[in-house]
């Protein structure tokens, strides 16, 4: 699928270029500051959720964002209604002391970035029936690549949407041009959603998905996404298992981590049933999480006391900050409630904390 990229440099109002006590800021306390950052008036991205982070090898990093708002914030917090509502994903690209967002469209009609191909060849199929959320990504040489998951509206209302398949798109990392996207065989995969976490060492990219709220694992040798799959199965590491096995025998959040750190390899994630705690297990290898090792690091306060308005899908950014000292996580907050996104723009959004590394221990 060939994009139609719409570089668009957001205005002054919208975001404008850190001030030497912004920077300094980032230095000291990151979390804060990238909670300021995503905090918007004006026009442009002014809300989105699923915050995974890609640094890229020129010191720019992609935020990747699923359902988002692109539009017109007032200064009273209220966010302007515009048709569409939302666009299904898009990309804000952080560039030393100022930021663009990646979308298709203009600014009066924006669009979805990345969009499945029926939707392109099929006006009558539009983006709110059939879309990608983004996931997890990593640079592989001269691409960016970004596993999707590809769901279509099967009953009406919030909760009525159904997976089908998992994609892959391939950007360039220099231009940020989409040059491919391909769709994956569902049955190939057993129905697991692989692409919402990704690990890699210096042979294997690891990837990891959700089947009924459970975490799977697949892996593949570096350069090598386009090759045949394995599988983490009872019988192994294998091409074609007979039967998969958990990477870790409990539900977990649909966005999680999984990283090294002092030679064990962690995983993060939020509490399923949109609870606001953070969990964190150990394993000695990139898989085989026991829930033996479970550990709970920390509550999210939530900034809103209204029943109706939920955190979900932490992650962590091993990237961000001094990470000698504390680990910067993101989460995301949403709302039961349609018109809260237009009265308070402030809901819909990424917020960041900081955690001390010796939770992680």
């Given at each position: 699928m060939k994009s139609t990229l719409t570089l668009l440099l957001l205005t002054a109002l919208s975001l404008t270029a850190c001030s030497d006590s912004a920077k300094k800021l980032k230095e000291t306390d990151s979390a804060r500051y990238y909670t300021e950052f995503f905090d918007r008036d004006g026009w442009g991205f002014t809300g989105g959720d699923a915050t995974y982070s890609i640094p890229l090898p020129d010191g720019r990093t992609l935020w990747i964002f699923g359902d988002s708002f692109m539009g017109t914030v007032e200064e009273d917090g209220t966010r302007i209604r515009q048709d569409p509502m939302y666009i299904r994903n898009a990309i804000v690209v952080e560039d030393g002391d100022s930021t663009y967002t990646l979308f298709n469209g203009d600014q009066l009609s924006p669009k979805t970035l990345i969009t499945p191909q029926e939707v392109l060849d099929n006006p009558a199929v539009t983006e709110d029936s059939l879309w990608y959320w983004p996931g997890d990504g990593y640079i592989e040489r001269d691409e960016v690549?970004?596993?999707?998951?590809?769901?279509?509206?099967?009953?009406?209302?919030?909760?009525?949407?159904?997976?089908?398949?998992?994609?892959?798109?391939?950007?360039?990392?220099?231009?940020?041009?989409?040059?491919?996207?391909?769709?994956?065989?569902?049955?190939?995969?057993?129905?697991?959603?692989?692409?919402?976490?990704?690990?890699?060492?210096?042979?294997?990219?690891?990837?990891?998905?959700?089947?009924?709220?459970?975490?799977?694992?697949?892996?593949?040798?570096?350069?090598?996404?386009?090759?045949?799959?394995?599988?983490?199965?009872?019988?192994?590491?294998?091409?074609?298992?007979?039967?998969?096995?958990?990477?870790?025998?409990?539900?977990?959040?649909?966005?999680?981590?999984?990283?090294?750190?002092?030679?064990?390899?962690?995983?993060?994630?939020?509490?399923?049933?949109?609870?606001?705690?953070?969990?964190?297990?150990?394993?000695?290898?990139?898989?085989?999480?026991?829930?033996?090792?479970?550990?709970?690091?920390?509550?999210?306060?939530?900034?809103?006391?209204?029943?109706?308005?939920?955190?979900?899908?932490?992650?962590?950014?091993?990237?961000?900050?001094?990470?000698?000292?504390?680990?910067?996580?993101?989460?995301?907050?949403?709302?039961?409630r349609l018109a809260d996104h237009f009265e308070n723009a402030e809901i819909y959004r990424p917020r960041f904390i900081s955690l001390p590394v010796q939770l992680f221990k």
């Open positions: 690549i970004l596993f999707l998951s590809k769901f279509r509206q099967s009953e009406p209302g919030m909760w009525g949407f159904e997976w089908r398949n998992t994609a892959i798109a391939f950007l360039d990392v220099k231009s940020l041009n989409v040059k491919e996207v391909i769709d994956l065989s569902e049955s190939v995969h057993k129905g697991v959603h692989f692409g919402h976490a990704v690990y890699e060492d210096e042979q294997m990219v690891y990837l990891y998905g959700l089947k009924e709220g459970i975490p799977y694992g697949a892996r593949y040798p570096r350069g090598e996404v386009r090759a045949t799959w394995e599988y983490y199965s009872v019988q192994g590491w294998k091409e074609q298992p007979a039967e998969l096995k958990p990477i870790l025998d409990r539900k977990i959040s649909e966005q999680f981590t999984v990283f090294k750190y002092r030679g064990r390899y962690l995983l993060v994630t939020q509490e399923t049933g949109l609870m606001d705690d953070i969990l964190l297990f150990s394993a000695a290898e990139p898989f085989g999480w026991s829930i033996n090792t479970e550990k709970h690091i920390h509550t999210i306060n939530k900034p809103f006391a209204e029943d109706r308005i939920f955190t979900y899908n932490t992650i962590l950014h091993p990237q961000i900050g001094d990470t000698s000292k504390m680990f910067v996580l993101s989460y995301n907050t949403n709302t039961h």
